[in-house]
C-alpha cells in the first residue's frame, strides 16, 4: 500500500525555523516528484516546493528564500524546511508524490497518493 507519512510540525515561535519529514512506504521513492503543499481553513492547497527524481526543485516564488526542499534517498525522506517563520505560515502542511515533471511540481491537480498532513502553528 503506497503511504506518505508527515512529520515534523506543531507549535513555534515567529521567526524560527521548521522542518518537515515526509516518509514513504509502498512504492520506490526515487522514481517519484515529491512536493509539499500547505492549507488553512476555507483556502485552496498552496503548492510551496517540489522535487524531482534528478534532484531538481521548483518553489512558489511567496515562499522562496525561505523554504528549502530537499531528499534523502537513502532513508526515504523528504524534507521541508522553513525559516523566519510568520503568522501566515500556519497551516497544514501535506505531502504528495506522483510520476510527474517537475514543470507540474506545484500543480495538486497532478497528484495522486497524498499524507494526512501536520499542523505547523506560527505565534
Known amino acids: 500500500q503506497v503511504q506518505l507519512v508527515e512529520s515534523g510540525g506543531g507549535s513555534v515561535q515567529a521567526g524560527g525555523t521548521l522542518r518537515l519529514s515526509c516518509a514513504r512506504s509502498?512504492?520506490?521513492?526515487?522514481?517519484?516528484?515529491i512536493s509539499w503543499f500547505r492549507q488553512t481553513p476555507g483556502n485552496e492547497r498552496e503548492g510551496l516546493a517540489a522535487?524531482?527524481?534528478?534532484?531538481?526543485?521548483r518553489y512558489n516564488n511567496r515562499v522562496e528564500g525561505r523554504v528549502t526542499i530537499s531528499r534523502d534517498n537513502t532513508e526515504n525522506v523528504v524534507y521541508l524546511q522553513i525559516d523566519d517563520l510568520r503568522s501566515e505560515d500556519s497551516a497544514t502542511y501535506t505531502c504528495?508524490?506522483?510520476?510527474?515533471?517537475?514543470?507540474?511540481?506545484?500543480?495538486?491537480?497532478?497528484?495522486?497518493?497524498w499524507g494526512r498532513g501536520t499542523q505547523v502553528t506560527v505565534s
Open positions: 509502498g512504492f520506490v521513492y526515487t522514481t517519484y516528484c
Open positions: 504528495a508524490a506522483d510520476r510527474i515533471g517537475i514543470n507540474h511540481g506545484l500543480n495538486r491537480l497532478w497528484y495522486g497518493v
Open positions: 522535487i524531482d527524481r534528478e534532484g531538481r526543485t
